[in-house]
């Protein structure tokens, strides 16, 4: 890999970069991978086109980039716990995790990142929308800014159920701990660890309200920032090939992706990648 120039090419003004010149399936060089890590952190969320990849080639790239965990309540694919199968098929008219959202947020050490590899996609549709963190946060008033200054943010799985984002309600594939209830307490603006940059860390489909804030207090200004987070400017949207891979920053970016494929099958294949405590 090390005779390969990586390219990175912008897909929008927010965030968001497709990278070319690389071969997923062949060993990365430390040299390229520095390069693919830091356009993560450039563009928080990047795209990989045409990447025919097996199982273990595709956790083996994975590992250069963080620790893939077990997804908390879903098995992994045969002979790969750490890989699990995102599906909506023919018949189904629900996609999970269906709208906007970081990644577990309702977990005390949320998902550094994720990683999807599509495997089959409908013939169009299932397109997926990613939004900047950064940018919701800095470009809210001083005066909210200030607001927000040390409030936590309390995460429920049990709005995720509500909000069809826990994938263990695929039945099939459900573990025993998937009835479980996970709350954890985040700060609502958190600063990326490799960055120093702030973000705002709350989200539509986890955030149930703040510490020491009513549900009733909390709900006028949760309801601001879920509007307001994701504005068109904020966001990209990525349209599927089949063995495209997208590797978003959930400390950072937040995603949707669009139900709009009813009587197709979209088949992806999820690796997530360990995280820290925000801060």
Known sequence: MGDQKVTVSRVAGALGAEIGGVDLSQPLDDGTVAQIRQA???????????????????????????????????????????????????????NFGGVWHSDTTYLEEPPMGSM???????????????????????????????????????SSSAKADVTRTREDRIK?????????????????????PETGRKALFVNTAHTIGFKGLTEEESAPILEYLFRHQV?????????????????????????????????????????????????
Not at 66 to 89: D, H, M
Not at 134 to 148: C, F, N, P, Q, V
Not at 176 to 190: F, L
Not at 250 to 270: E, K, L, S, T
């Open 231 to 279: 504005r068109p400017e904020f966001t990209c949207r990525f349209v599927w090939q089949p063995n495209s891979i997208a590797f978003w920053d959930n400390r950072c970016a937040q995603h949707n992706p669009i139900n709009d494929y009813h009587g197709f099958r979209r088949i992806m294949h999820r690796i997530t990648l360990a995280g820290d405590r925000p801060r």
């Open 116 to 154: 999807l590899l599509a495997r089959e996609i409908p013939p169009y549709g299932g397109d997926t929308l990613f939004a900047n963190q950064y940018l919701a946060y800095e470009t809210l008033s001083d005066g909210m800014k200030r607001i927000l200054e040390g409030l936590v943010g309390i």
């Open 40 to 94: 993560l952190l450039d563009h928080l969320v990047i795209f990989f086109r045409d990447q025919d990849l097996t199982p273990a080639q595709f956790l083996e790239f994975a590992r250069r980039f963080g620790k893939p965990v077990e997804y908390p309540f879903v098995r992994g694919i045969e002979g790969f716990s750490e890989i699990i199968e995102v599906a909506k098929l023919e018949h189904e008219t629900i």
């Open 172 to 192: 099939s594939s459900a573990k025993e701990d998937a009835k479980k209830s996970y709350i954890a307490e985040h700060p609502a603006v958190r600063t990326h």
